[in-house]
């Protein structure tokens, strides 16, 4: 009987691979030759999937944006509200332990390379796109529950709030803020955004 692959698990394994790469190695380092060897692959089975360098790096960006994503998911199922499921999905986003941390030294060379690769640009930019979309999805619905102010542009909060997240990656990655500090940031942040008067400055 032929034996049954499971491509999306293949591609999976080889972006996995790919990531491993970048994460001890750097963006320069992805190679057919690497990838092969990190994911324990013939060079030929890698080749099945992808043949260039640059197919290799935009399975691996995809990769990032379906794994947030699931982590999104699996958080947000969880939560009692909107509210909470905003500020889990925020959380996500941070560098609050090992996986994260993971996740976002990889994705931050990401970034710097997709400011030079076009293909790369336009894959992050249609990730943006559906993170804000639901994080705005999430204010409107934090509004309507009475958890928001009524009056906030949800849309512009959600620009905010990722902006938030971006800001405060660096530092937290290199311990200039702790876990714990960069979650009561956040806090702070959404009690300003709270239902009742804004607090002085």
Avoid: C
């Avoid at 049954?4 to 992805?30: L, N, T, W």
């Amino acid at each position: 009987m032929p034996k049954i692959v499971d491509h999306d698990a293949r591609r999976r394994h080889i972006a996995d691979a790919v990531h491993r790469i970048v994460h001890d190695k750097g963006m320069e380092s992805v190679s057919l030759r690497e990838v092969a060897a990190e994911a324990d692959m013939s060079m030929g089975a890698v080749q099945y999937y992808v043949t260039t360098k640059e197919q290799m790096l935009l399975l691996a960006l995809e990769r990032i944006g379906m794994w947030i994503g699931e982590r999104i998911a699996a958080v947000a199922a969880h939560q009692p509200t909107p509210l909470d499921v905003l500020r889990t999905t925020v959380l996500e986003l941070l560098p609050l332990d090992e996986e994260r941390r993971y996740l976002n030294r990889v994705g931050l060379a990401f970034q710097a390379s997709s400011v030079v690769n076009e293909n790369q640009a336009a894959a992050m930019r249609s990730g943006y796109a559906h993170l804000l979309a639901f994080l705005a999805e999430q204010i409107r619905a934090a509004q309507a529950a009475g958890q928001l102010a009524a009056g906030l542009d949800a849309g512009k909060e959600a620009s905010i709030l990722y902006a938030f997240a971006q800001g405060v990656v660096n530092a937290a990655l290199v311990g200039h803020y702790t876990p714990q500090e960069v979650t009561a940031l956040l806090d702070e942040h959404l009690g300003r955004m709270s239902p009742g008067p804004l607090p002085m400055i």
